[in-house]
T-cell receptor, first 112, second 112 residues
Framework: AQSVTQLDSHVSVSEGTPVLLRCNYS??????LFWYVQHPNKGLQLLLK??????LVKGINGFEAEFKKSETSFHLTKPSAHMSDAAEYFC??????????FGSGTQLTVLP | DTAVSQTPKYLVTQMGNDKSIKCEQN?????MYWYKQDSKKFLKIMFS???????INETVPNRFSPKSPDKAHLNLHINSLELGDSAVYFC???????????FGPGTRLLVL
C-alpha cells in the first residue's frame, strides 16, 4: 500500500519569492511520484513526474521537485512565485496497479 | 483537440434521480479511470477500466455503475442520487505501459 502526506494545507508567499510545497510519501517499493495542479474551477494538470530516472525533475512553469529516497520526500519548489501560480497543488503516488493516491492538497496563495 | 472530455460540465439534480456522466478520450489510451473529489478537495479513485474490462473497483456504493462501450469511452451512471454524491467527478486515461494519467476537466455534480 502507498500513501502521501502533504505537510501544509495552505502556503502563502509574496510574488517574486520562492515557493516550497512539502510532500512525504510511503510506499513498499520504488514509487512513481507526481505533482498535479488544479486552478480554481478547473481540471487537473500535470506539473511534473518522477519515474526512477533523474532525482531532480523539472516541470512546467518553472517548477521542479527533488526525489529524496532517504527522506521519503518529493518537495515541489519554484524560485520565484507568480500571481498565476495561485492554485491547489496535489502530490500523488502511483500504486502497483497504476492507480493514483492523492495527497490532501496544498492551497498556494500568492500575495502582490 | 481535447484529449479527455467530460459531459456535462455541471449537473444539478434532485435526490433520488438517476444521472449519467460521460467521458471520452481521443488519445488512444487503453486504461480509463473515474475519481471523486469531495468538498475538501480530497481525490479518491473509484474505478479503473482496461480495454473495457473493470480492473479496480474501490469501495463505492453499487448505485454507481461504470460502463465502457469501447476503450475510448468510460461512462458513469449513478442511481438514486444522494446528497453525499455531490462532488466533482474526474475522468482520466493512461496509455498501456505509460506512467502519466491525463485528466478531464471534471463534472461538478450538485444533488439538492
Amino acid at each position: 500500500a502507498q500513501s502521501v502526506t502533504q505537510l501544509d494545507s495552505h502556503v502563502s508567499v509574496s510574488e517574486g519569492t520562492p515557493v516550497l510545497l512539502r510532500c512525504n510519501y510511503s510506499s513498499s517499493y520504488s514509487p512513481s511520484l507526481f505533482w498535479y495542479v488544479q486552478h480554481p474551477n478547473k481540471g487537473l494538470q500535470l506539473l511534473l513526474k518522477y519515474t526512477s530516472a533523474a532525482t531532480l525533475v523539472k516541470g512546467i512553469n518553472g517548477f521542479e521537485a527533488e526525489f529524496k529516497k532517504s527522506e521519503t520526500s518529493f518537495h515541489l519548489t519554484k524560485p520565484s512565485a507568480h500571481m498565476s501560480d495561485a492554485a491547489e497543488y496535489f502530490c500523488v503516488v502511483q500504486g502497483s496497479a497504476r492507480q493514483l493516491t492523492f495527497g490532501s492538497g496544498t492551497q498556494l496563495t500568492v500575495l502582490p | 483537440d481535447t484529449a479527455v472530455s467530460q459531459t456535462p460540465k455541471y449537473l444539478v439534480t434532485q435526490m433520488g434521480n438517476d444521472k449519467s456522466i460521460k467521458c471520452e478520450q481521443n488519445l488512444g489510451h487503453d486504461t480509463m479511470y473515474w475519481y471523486k473529489q469531495d468538498s475538501k478537495k480530497f481525490l479518491k479513485i473509484m474505478f479503473s477500466y482496461n480495454n473495457k474490462e473493470l480492473i479496480i473497483n474501490e469501495t463505492v456504493p453499487n448505485r454507481f455503475s461504470p460502463k465502457s462501450p469501447d476503450k475510448a469511452h468510460l461512462n458513469l451512471h449513478i442511481n438514486s442520487l444522494e446528497l453525499g454524491d455531490s462532488a466533482v467527478y474526474f475522468c482520466a486515461s493512461r496509455a498501456l505501459g505509460g506512467e502519466t494519467q491525463y485528466f478531464g476537466p471534471g463534472t461538478r455534480l450538485l444533488v439538492l
